[in-house]
């Protein structure tokens, strides 16, 4: 597998998910499906975080120097403070940016070489496959929050 072969999956991947997004209203950045549960802004801001992460945790380029990821955690909890939405939007599109550059100079000898993460030991083919995956399980959230949620 190299980024070539993994890059149309990503390029439609990336596309279903930013058509969820479409006309999305800043004041819906803080809609959720019930009490607790995590707002679209919050959503929005952890996809964007996980691509930072998984650079770091399986394609072997670290987190740009002073970058936190807030959301990604066992113990975070969404305190609905993601509402800017030109801020969401210009992150997102600068983890999946880098992301994207993390991946096409990824060596072809290493992403069949499994690396061992916090979330377990995966190849980078893997850890693209999780990413897929991860990127529209919360897409599909986001697309329930602004069919059913509200201002909870």
């Given at each position: ?5 993994v ?7 990336r ?10 209203e800043?004041?819906q ?11 679209i802004g919050?959503?929005?801001q952890h ?44 992150f997102?599109?600068a ?7 993390t ?50």
């Open positions: 597998m190299s980024f070539h072969a890059f149309p999956l990503l390029k439609t991947a596309a279903r998910y930013l058509d969820v997004l479409k006309g999305l800043e004041d950045l803080t809609w959720r499906l019930a009490p607790g549960s995590n707002s919050f959503l929005i996809n964007a975080e996980v691509e930072y992460r998984f650079c770091a945790m399986f394609f072997g380029r670290p987190l740009p120097e002073g970058m936190s990821l807030p959301t990604i955690g066992s113990d975070v909890r969404d305190t609905g403070s993601y509402t800017d939405l030109a801020d969401l939007f210009a997102q599109e983890a999946h940016a880098y992301l994207l550059e991946l096409q100079a990824l060596p072809e000898e290493k992403w069949h070489v499994p690396v061992d993460a916090p979330i377990g030991r995966l190849t980078p083919t893997e850890a693209v496959g999780r990413l897929i995956y991860h990127t529209g399980y919360h897409g599909g959230q986001i697309g329930l929050i602004r069919k059913y949620g509200n201002r909870a």
